[in-house]
């Protein structure tokens, strides 16, 4: 059974110097609640894997502005104008990957593969510095798996068990994200006793959850 804590004692988990994924979609299904007491705990020098960095006023974009993140891996930057200002100043590292590459090397880190090969990036600045290989004649970039050191997710609710269920796109990147961390903590709008949730409805599993904490809406 996962331990269900506070979210100052999430916080504290993530010290600095970590690499943290963090689901969500622009902010829809991200942990902006634990997102809010690593700002207070002031914790620094982050590398986070996610979609992007949301806009300056939430979720993974406050940490941007408040210069708690050394490198971000992502696929796109578009909604927040501060991350491209602190790129282009030289004050944070940016790593962008097409978006089904950033699942997939995720997916490979969690399930034990060596790394994935793709087509998308070829002839492109994604390619560079990267291994090419020729599969029955076509040519492929091998992409290297992703883990980290703790995956915060957001789900609608949780189980005492630890089984999680996401309400419609709030799924997103969560799902993955939960098997490819050494530790992994799940915010929730709504904790249940085990057997509440539908077996059919639970995207993931508690094996893959350590601990789950009560969050805001």
Do not use: W
């Not at 004050?91 to 994935?116: C, F, K, M, S």
């Not at 076509?138 to 189980?159: F, G, N, R, T, V």
């Amino acid at each position: 059974m996962v331990e269900i804590i506070g979210l100052q004692e999430a916080a504290e988990m993530v010290s600095d110097g970590a690499s943290v994924m963090i689901g969500g979609f622009i902010g829809v299904g991200g942990p902006n609640s634990i997102i809010e007491a690593l700002i207070e705990n002031n914790v620094k020098d982050l590398t986070i894997i996610s979609n992007d960095t949301v806009t300056p006023d939430l979720g993974i974009g406050k940490l941007v502005v408040n210069k708690q993140i050394k490198k971000a891996i992502v696929t796109h930057i578009g909604t927040n104008p501060e991350t491209g200002r602190q790129m282009n100043a030289g004050e944070l590292e940016i790593e962008l990957v097409p978006q089904g590459t950033l699942a997939e090397r995720i997916r490979a880190g969690g399930a034990g593969l060596g790394g994935v090969l793709t087509k998308a990036g070829l002839k492109t600045p994604v390619e560079e510095g990267k291994r090419k290989l020729d599969i029955n004649g076509q040519d492929y970039l091998l992409e290297m798996p992703l883990k980290a050191d703790i995956a915060l997710l957001k789900a609608s609710k949780a189980d005492k068990a630890g089984n999680l269920y996401y309400n419609g796109a709030t799924r997103n990147f969560n799902p993955v994200m939960a098997t490819a961390a050494e530790l992994v903590i799940a915010e929730v709008d709504e904790i249940v006793e085990i057997g509440e949730i539908n077996p059919n409805d639970v995207m993931t599993p508690g094996i893959f959850v350590n601990f789950i904490v009560k969050g805001g809406r």
